[in-house]
């Protein structure tokens, strides 16, 4: 039941944004070695104007992390940082059962981090330069079959519908947006009424505007099962607003706020047959575009990835899926 030939394979452009004016964590609550203003946390994080607020949160994390250990190791200042000492905080994480991904990406927030101190004159010397990491494991997406597609977008369970319609018009919505469109879903709870009226006013359109990572907005599809469901849930909408309903949110939450990605886990567990990510939805988009004959650089301006390598990765998973059915189905597979 691959609905990818209902979507329209059309090239969008990115247009460039200006920095999201959404408020900086507080690298102050939390740990106390990152309010030490000796390591400069807060200006780096102020830094990262073209990142969303989890990514600048995500930072914040693995910063304070490295921070709360090379204190307790004795290093007072970043300057005093070096190759070797970050080589035992990586191997400090390994005895810790971290995996190679997790390391990984701490890695990379260091890297960016010390790459920052060097170029604003805080150190002289950058300790992560040629530093390496272990490689992840490269597992493949997970793609959902077809027959999980179809109890979770149009056969859902009593149970799962249970809330009411108000609640079922929201979940349509938002499980064709991930599958259909292939929006992330941080992209989809930043969604705003202002950027489907177009698609609602003008049904020939079809587009809506997501803002995607580094602030980069683009133009994305939407085929007609999902324009059905966009004109649904606007005229149900109202039935969860409050007094505190953020204006102009698009999707809300039972209590009237707007959705976060937690709430949106919740929705796809709610629906799906067996445990499913939301992000699996995104991951089967890709895949089926180019099981269905999509060029490369099609899906990757559908994805929103700045580089086409990102959208390579799913070349494997549909090679993989390919000779997965012929080994099944073909009597010399």
Known sequence: MSRVGAYPLVPFEYVPASPASSALPDPGSGRAAAQDPVWALHEFLGSLTSCSPATVRAYQSDLNGFITWATEAGVAIPGRVTRRQLRGYLAHLTTLGRAPRTIGRRLSSLRRYFGWLGRTGRIDTDPSLGLGAPKGEGRLPRVLRDDELEILL??????????????????????????????????????????????????????ITVWGKGAKQRRVPLNDTTQSALRRWLRLRDELVTDSTPAGALFLNQRGKRMTPRDVRRVVERRAPAPTHPHALRHTFATHLLDGGADLRTVQELLGHSSLGTTQFYTHVSRERLQAVHRSTHPRG
């Open 154 to 207: 149009d056969r859902p369970t009593e149970a799962a519908i249970s809330g009411g319609e108000t609640q079922q018009g929201r979940d349509d919505l938002i499980l064709e947006l991930l599958y259909g469109s292939g929006l992330r879903v941080a992209e989809l709870c930043s969604l705003d009424v202002a950027d489907v009226r177009d698609t609602v006013e003008a049904s020939n359109l079809g587009l």
